[in-house]
């Protein structure tokens, strides 16, 4: 079993950055996929973006494109989420979820383990 944790999560302002970490523990944690999804009050959770295990591929939603970075770190057994510019459309609850030996997945369904998740909060 692998348990996924967030943190880095907050309130900021518009403009602003965060770095969110996803630390994973449990099992030998190697060749994991990671991928952060978030969820909006009243709205279906989303892909945000993904790294796959080899951290040479990433993939992101349109409207995180060019703001947003997703990277991974092996060694550590933690992904990040980098996020810059942040808009107040950003604000939701972000969750990190893990899946072992597969390409960039962007579907809930694809990944096994979730994280309970980080508050982002972004004011205008």
């Known amino acids: 079993q692998v348990q996924l944790v967030e943190s880095g999560g907050g309130l900021v302002q518009a403009g602003d950055s965060l770095r969110l970490s996803c630390a994973a523990s449990?099992?030998?944690?190697?060749?994991?996929?990671m991928g952060w999804f978030r969820q909006a009050p009243g709205k279906e959770r989303e892909f945000v973006a993904g790294?796959?295990?080899?951290?040479?591929?990433?993939d992101y939603a349109e409207s995180v494109k060019g703001r947003f970075i997703v990277s991974g770190d092996n060694a550590k057994n933690t992904a990040f989420l980098q996020m810059n510019r942040l808009k107040p459309e950003d604000t939701a609850v972000y969750y990190c979820?893990?899946?072992?030996?597969?390409?960039?997945?962007?579907?809930?369904?694809?990944?096994?383990?979730w994280g309970q998740g980080t508050q982002v909060t972004v004011s205008s």
């Open positions: 979820a893990a899946v072992r030996g597969s390409d960039v997945v962007t579907t809930i369904k694809g990944y096994d383990y």
């Open positions: 790294v796959d295990w080899t951290g040479g591929r990433t």
């Open positions: 449990g099992r030998p944690f190697s060749r994991y996929t």
